[in-house]
């Protein structure tokens, strides 16, 4: 393949990511919009005690999935925050399973919320909250990675899917 389209060496130019806005503020930010929305407007989802049941059990997972993919970063020596230059392309623990754990526990943990507390406004905000961490972030930081580390990242983000 072309080198100039993918080079081999590691290209330490970027600072960092350029993403929109910091992932956890994205969905704390969809949240409280949900939550506001349904106090305003409440719109309930229905069900009993499995809805709930279910909301607390996708919020700890999602809590749990997260913390897994920070606790990999950590081990890693770098940056949660995108923000920050990358050092390494994470390839241990669960980022054998998904390029993006952090994003799909904070997911569940909004889809959980929305559960618990029988708001279809938080379910129904997940649609833009998805489109704005897919175009306004992961993009942003699949392009940033491919830049900074070349066919290393390619290789995992060819061997590893985005989600689970």
Known sequence: MNEEIMPE???KTAVSANVIAFPPRIYLTAMIIGILLNILWPVTVGGGYWRAGIGLLLIGLGVFIS???AREFGRRETAVNPYYPASAVVQSGIYRYSRNPM???LTAVL???GLLINSLW???I???TLLIIY???ILREEA???KMFGQEYLAYKKSVRRWF
């Open 122 to 124: 938080s379910l129904l």
């Open 9 to 11: 060496a590691k290209d």
């Open 144 to 146: 940033y990675m491919e």
């Open 135 to 137: 175009f306004g972030v």
């Open 103 to 105: 994003y799909v526990g």
């Open 67 to 69: 913390a897994s993919g």
């Open 111 to 113: 889809l959980g919320v």
């Open 126 to 128: 997940l649609i833009p």
